[in-house]
């Protein structure tokens, strides 16, 4: 699964807009909208801070590990 698709699928299990993740995140709905279209690599200090929030590890973000 591409990365983009598990921040999707983390965001809607925790039934947050994109718009209300990224004011929780401090950054704008178009910076995340980027992330999750797969368009903007995630900086490993943005990886770990979603890694937190999510309460999930970051091999499961890079899809390196099932759930």
């Known amino acids: 699964m591409k990365i983009g698709k598990t921040l999707r699928s983390l965001r809607l299990q925790k039934k947050l807009s994109q718009e209300d993740l990224a004011k929780l995140l401090n ?29 999930e590890t970051t091999d499961f973000i890079l899809g390196r590990e099932n759930a």
Do not use: G, M, T, V
């Open 27 to 55: 950054i704008s709905r178009q910076a995340y909208c980027r992330y999750e279209n797969d368009q903007r690599e995630l900086s490993l200090d943005f990886l770990c801070k979603l890694a937190d929030f999510y309460d």
